[in-house]
């Protein structure tokens, strides 16, 4: 099982991107979801999270201005990133707490990374 992002590409600053991530095939149940990502030159950092009763979490510099949410029948996650700076310009990777199978137990999962790019 793979997680698939999608969602990254060029956008001017004050401009928005909508990122989402699904697994590559139907699994059992996911707990938490998580967006991270990793600048030029920066070590990856958690930029939102999500358990399944729908707590949250948020890096400071995003509070306010991205929102992570989840579609549980689809198994899916969204990060919606309004009021983009340049500083946000990364690879950013979705990661699961999933459990594959129902006899299995949950683990992480990452999926691939999408960049984005915020830029005039």
């Known amino acids: 099982v793979q997680l698939q992002a999608s969602g990254g590409g060029l956008v001017q600053p004050g401009g928005s991107l909508r990122l989402s991530c699904a697994p590559s095939?139907?699994?059992?149940?996911?707990?938490?979801w998580a967006w991270y990502r990793q600048g030029p030159g920066k070590q990856r950092e958690l930029v939102a999270s999500m358990t399944l009763a729908g707590s949250t979490n948020y890096e400071d510099s995003v509070k306010g201005r991205f929102t992570i949410s989840r579609n549980n029948a689809q198994k899916t996650v969204y990060l919606q990133m309004n009021g983009l700076k340049p500083d946000d310009t990364a690879v950013y990777y979705c990661k699961a707490d999933m459990m594959v199978a129902r006899n299995s137990w949950y683990r992480d999962y990452w999926g691939q990374g999408t960049l984005v790019t915020v830029s005039s």
């Open positions: 095939e139907n699994v059992f149940k996911i707990n938490t």
